[in-house]
């Protein structure tokens, strides 16, 4: 991708961390996911993922200082977090990670909510984001990504990115030596998904194909129908390189895919009985 001309995204999206509004509340409920997400995927999450954890110190101590977090993570691929509200309009987004910035918002799930929330908190970026951003491939592609979301959005094909997104950087699989393990954020971050996502007979586990993830639709309010498997992050980065704009273009002519279609050029690792009882699927709202 060409080097693009970043301006800086607007001011008020990004802010200094604001520290002293968390209560010992806040800090508690990240100590409980911390402790629970954190033995929960030991043998689930990829290597990478673990050794990212580690190398940021991230623990139980409660919510992380991101300036600290921040020069840590720097030191290892030159990406910062940026302190932000929630979930930002596309372009905000594609600006920052273009920049190697990613976006963390700041405020902490109550204990009402510790199991699922429509949006993502502290936790889910930080835990589930920001440990493999310390892997020098990934965080290549993150980069990557942003700056094809900034071409993206000028072709009209953000829908195309965002499912790219979906099926890799929140709920994609990787292959290891002992079998697929998690990369995706969506999932480490979910107690649920974590053991669903490899352990469960009704979801479809299939092979990365960019072109075919472009195509398929997926909800956001249930446990996914297909999960992509990746061989390495190389695949992934791989996968930025060429011009998108002839992808796309090609993609204009063909059908969207269901969730949980397979297709006959699928790689398939398992295939899913895609039962909508134990997935969760049963009320059929339309996948987008
Ligand atoms: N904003 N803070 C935040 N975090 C995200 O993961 C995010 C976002 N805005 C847009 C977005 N993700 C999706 O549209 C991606 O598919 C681009
Ligand atoms: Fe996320």
Same mark, same amino acid.
């Given at each position: 991708m060409s080097a693009l001309v970043l301006d800086k +995204?607007? +001011?008020?999206i990004t802010f200094p961390?604001?520290?002293?509004? /968390? #209560?010992a509340e806040d800090h508690a409920v990240w100590r409980h996911l911390f402790q629970r997400q954190a033995k929960l995927v030991a043998?689930?999450?990829c290597p990478d993922f673990l050794r990212g954890l580690k190398l940021l110190g991230l623990?139980? #101590? #409660? *919510?992380?200082?991101f300036e600290r977090l921040s020069d840590r993570l720097e030191a290892a691929t030159g990406w910062r977090l940026a302190c932000v509200e929630g979930f930002l309009p596309d372009a905000d987004f594609f600006h920052l990670l273009a920049a190697r910035r990613f976006p963390v918002t700041w405020w902490i799930r109550s204990w009402a909510k510790l199991d699922y929330l429509q949006e993502p908190d502290v936790f889910h970026d930080l835990? #589930?984001?920001? +440990?493999?951003?310390?892997q020098p491939v990934f965080a290549d592609y993150m980069q990557a990504f942003g700056e094809g979301g900034l071409k993206a959005e000028r072709l009209g094909a953000l829908h195309r990115l965002a499912r790219l997104y979906w099926y890799s950087v929140e709920f994609g699989l990787i292959q290891t030596p002992d079998g697929p393990r998690i990369h995706g954020a969506g999932i480490l971050s979910s107690k649920g998904e974590s053991v669903f996502?490899?352990?469960?007979?009704a979801p479809n586990r299939v092979g990365f194909d960019l072109k075919r993830i472009m195509r398929t639709r997926y909800r *956001?309010?249930? /446990?996914?129908?297909t999960y992509f498997v990746i061989r390495d992050f190389e695949q992934l980065f791989e996968a930025t390189r060429p011009d998108f704009a002839p992808i796309y273009a090609a993609l204009e002519g063909q059908p969207d895919l269901a969730a949980g279609a397979l297709q006959p050029e699928d790689r398939i690792f398992h295939r899913g009985s895609l039962d909508p009882v134990a997935g969760g699927w049963q009320d059929e709202t339309p996948d987008t």
């Open positions: +995204p607007s +001011p008020s961390q604001p520290v002293a509004k /968390y #209560g043998d689930r999450a623990d139980d #101590g #409660g *919510i992380p200082d835990f #589930g984001h920001v +440990p493999l951003l310390a996502c490899l352990d469960a007979d *956001i309010d249930t /446990y996914q129908k």
